[in-house]
């Protein structure tokens, strides 16, 4: 053979094996793309549904959070309605017992009028005959207190200021009740219990607080004419 043409034949037949080479690795690399690609797809898609999934689980956490708090604001609101009708309740009960309070003491301030004064059944001294009805009785029991006769003009005229010796007579505006006008009427019940309708306790009473407050008639006068009141 000659030698020329032989080294070309070799060389020709390592450039077809470099040739079939590339070609086979051309080949076998786009047989792995589609695969690698494939691979990269289902990753992708597994995230996208891992991803769905924690969406998913946020959203109903959201939602049992959302409806908890909703519970809550409905079980505070539903305490204070029931706080707030407890209140009113209360009140309505406490003006109702008031009210009743009132129309009682109204009843028996019009029965006590309607019956009449209580009836005096003690002596009255010849030297108070110059007086009648309830200034005969306070000119009696003005001696019996103690004090002299010569006293009974200023309590005859001090009792005569307040209420001119009515023992029905009310101030409506203060609560001031009764012959000597105690404040409150209630007082005199530590004279007796008939104080709203027995002149004679009511003297009684007012004769008491005039010695105590201010020793005589004729002072609790001079300073009911100083200031207006006793």
């Not at 209140?87 to 009132?102: G, I, S, Y």
Request: charged content about 25%.
């Amino acid at each position: 053979m000659n030698r020329p043409w032989s080294r070309i034949g070799i060389r020709a037949a390592a450039i077809a094996l470099l040739v079939a080479g590339v070609a086979g690795g051309a080949y076998l690399g786009r047989d792995h793309e589609p695969q690698r690609l494939s691979a990269q797809a289902s990753l992708d898609v597994a995230q996208v549904d891992t991803d769905d999934m924690q969406l998913l689980k946020q959203r109903q956490r959201d939602h049992v959070a959302a409806r908890a708090y909703q519970r809550q604001a409905e079980g505070d609101a539903a305490d204070k309605a029931a706080t707030e009708a407890k209140t009113a309740a209360t009140k309505a009960h406490d003006l109702n017992v008031k009210m009743a309070a009132a129309k009682k003491a109204e009843a028996d301030r019009k029965k006590a009028e309607a019956g009449g004064p209580v009836a005096y059944t003690g002596p009255i001294p010849t030297s108070c005959n110059e007086y009648s009805g309830s200034r005969a009785i306070g000119c009696a029991l003005t001696l019996d207190a103690g004090f002299g006769l010569d006293q009974f003009p200023c309590l005859d005229k001090l009792f005569k200021k307040e209420s001119g010796w009515n023992y029905r007579a009310e101030n409506r505006s203060s609560g001031a009740y009764g012959i000597p006008q105690a404040l409150p009427g209630k007082k005199m019940a530590s004279a007796g219990a008939d104080w709203q309708t027995n002149p004679a306790t009511q003297i009684k009473w007012g004769l008491g607080y005039i010695k105590g407050r201010y020793d005589t008639p004729c002072k609790a006068w001079a300073h009911s004419e100083a200031v207006g009141s006793y």
